[in-house]
């Protein structure tokens, strides 16, 4: 299993671009989410899924979308990127009936 | 979820036994008690939980007091590459599909291993 995979490693973005996050996972988890970590601080979340076509809100979802389409992927999109949104991006996937969430290698992301 | 207090840091003698503190006081009868890690750079790696009971894997052992106000997560032979950000996270078991299994990150432990 590759686990939970997370492209691209890093991005550098210009205010007012978009762009999308890949997250994938293999181990077939219901459980999806994604966070930010800014520096010096811990991980704060900004979208999860339940499943395929189930997505809601975490502590901190302005300027960010999600869906879910399949099992396997969760892509996180920045709409009109902005300075606040650089922070290393976190997506993690578990079970739901087992708590253990196994976390992406993170993407870098910088917005000028 | 319940609140949790952790110190910012600490240093440990490599070889030697880890003991990093975590309060808890308000913690309920149905949250659990959560360790994860982080290593620089990388993302976060869990080592265990417990309810009430001690527990030990591979990693690392947890103690959670009998009244559940606190607990002690133990790295019994503390290398290098124990170094990293530990974070200690309470919460319920969640198993019913609509509400997920969320984790909220505090500060943590940042703990450097020496030589």
């Known amino acids: 299993n590759a686990g939970v995979t997370q492209t691209p490693k890093f991005q550098v973005l210009k205010t007012g671009q978009s762009m999308t996050l890949q997250c994938a996972q293999d181990m077939n988890h219901e459980y999806m989410s994604w966070y930010r970590q800014d520096p010096g601080m811990g991980l704060r979340l900004i979208h999860y899924?339940?499943?395929?076509?189930?997505?809601d809100q975490g502590e901190v979802p302005n300027g960010y979308n999600v869906s879910r389409s399949t099992t396997e992927d969760f892509p996180l999109r920045l709409l009109s990127a902005a300075p606040s949104q650089t922070s290393v991006y976190f997506c993690a996937s578990s079970r739901l009936t087992r708590d253990t969430q196994y976390f992406g290698p993170g993407t870098r992301l910088t917005v000028l | 979820d319940a609140k949790t207090t952790q110190p910012p840091s600490m240093d440990c003698a490599e070889g030697r036994a880890a003991n990093l503190p975590c309060n808890h006081s308000t913690i309920s009868g149905n949250e659990y008690v959560y360790w994860y890690r982080q290593i620089h750079s990388q993302g976060p790696q869990y080592i265990i939980h417990?309810?009430?009971n001690n527990e030990t894997n591979e990693m690392a052992s947890l103690i959670i007091t009998e009244d559940r106000k606190s607990s002690t997560l133990i790295l019994p032979h503390a290398t290098l590459r124990d170094t990293a950000v530990y974070y200690c996270?309470?919460?319920?078991?969640?198993?019913?599909?609509?509400?997920?299994?969320?984790?909220?990150f505090g500060g943590g432990t940042r703990v450097l291993v020496k030589p």
């Open positions: 417990g309810l009430k």
């Open positions: 996270i309470v919460r319920v078991a969640l198993t019913w599909r609509a509400a997920g299994n969320k984790l909220t």
């Open positions: 899924s339940v499943g395929a076509g189930i997505t």
